[in-house]
């Protein structure tokens, strides 16, 4: 969900190696790709999921600008979720543990302040391209969840997205998302 106006036009990454997609009758096609390790710099936290567009706001450009201090190159936005707490009452939002920031194009081994260095694993992945607004990438990830599990696949870690589009200049129902789910 990035909201730096200070970015350059992002680029679509080509996959390192396709397999034949998977058609779906509704939503977008799943393919599986094999992919390099990723380099990142990022910010992890703790929010409930109604913060999570804010701290994103917060955190994409507070990552950018410490890529740009430490001579770095930011090539896309991410984010990745890890754990997800149900609330302890019904009027309380669910908790998630994410990060969010950019793929730097190189190797990162140091941060800045609450930036960290991190990666994003290699290896066999399920992609879905979703498009429309951010709001709805639910519909994706349960189609994507639906896959693994008619595909008998294991996921091997957290999912991650990649926004391949800027919000602040293409229209929401336009808004690329990339999803991925590491495979064992």
Same mark, same amino acid.
């Given at each position: 969900? !990035?909201?730096?106006?200070?970015?350059?036009?992002?680029?679509?990454?080509?996959?390192? $190696?396709?397999?034949?997609?998977?058609?779906?009758?509704?939503? !977008?096609?799943?393919?599986?790709? $094999?992919?390099?390790?990723? #380099?990142?710099?990022?910010?992890?936290?703790?929010?409930?999921?109604?913060?999570?567009?804010?701290? +994103?706001?917060?955190?994409?450009?507070?990552?950018? +600008? =410490?890529?740009?201090?430490?001579?770095?190159?930011?090539? +896309?936005?991410? =984010?990745?979720?890890?754990?997800?707490?149900? /609330?302890?009452?019904?009027?309380?939002? /669910? @908790?998630?543990?994410?990060?969010?920031?950019?793929?730097?194009?190189?190797?990162?081994?140091?941060?800045?302040?609450?930036?960290?260095?991190?990666?994003? !694993?290699?290896?066999?992945?399920?992609? =879905? $391209? *979703?498009?429309?607004?951010?709001?709805?990438? #639910? @519909? $994706?990830?349960?189609?994507?969840?639906?896959?693994?599990?008619? *595909?008998?696949?294991? #996921?091997?870690? !957290? +999912?991650?997205?990649?926004?391949?589009?800027? /919000?602040?200049?293409? /229209?929401?129902?336009?808004?690329?998302?990339?999803?991925?789910?590491?495979?064992?």
């Amino acid at each position: 969900m !990035p909201t730096t106006k200070e970015r350059p036009t992002t680029k679509v990454r080509k996959p390192t $190696t396709k397999r034949p997609t998977t058609k779906q009758t509704t939503g !977008p096609t799943v393919e599986i790709q $094999t992919r390099a390790p990723e #380099s990142a710099l990022a910010v992890r936290t703790w929010a409930n999921v109604v913060e999570i567009p804010r701290i +994103m706001g917060e955190a994409l450009p507070e990552a950018w +600008m =410490a890529a740009e201090r430490l001579g770095l190159r930011p090539v +896309m936005p991410f =984010a990745r979720y890890f754990t997800f707490e149900a /609330p302890g009452t019904e009027f309380e939002p /669910p @908790q998630i543990e994410f990060e969010a920031g950019w793929l730097i194009d190189g190797v990162v081994t140091y941060g800045e302040g609450r930036v960290e260095p991190v990666q994003l !694993p290699g290896g066999e992945v399920a992609v =879905a $391209t *979703h498009v429309g607004p951010y709001e709805l990438l #639910s @519909q $994706t990830y349960d189609l994507m969840q639906r896959w693994v599990a008619a *595909h008998e696949r294991i #996921s091997s870690g !957290p +999912m991650w997205e990649v926004y391949l589009d800027d /919000p602040n200049t293409t /229209p929401m129902a336009e808004l690329r998302t990339e999803v991925v789910i590491p495979l064992e």
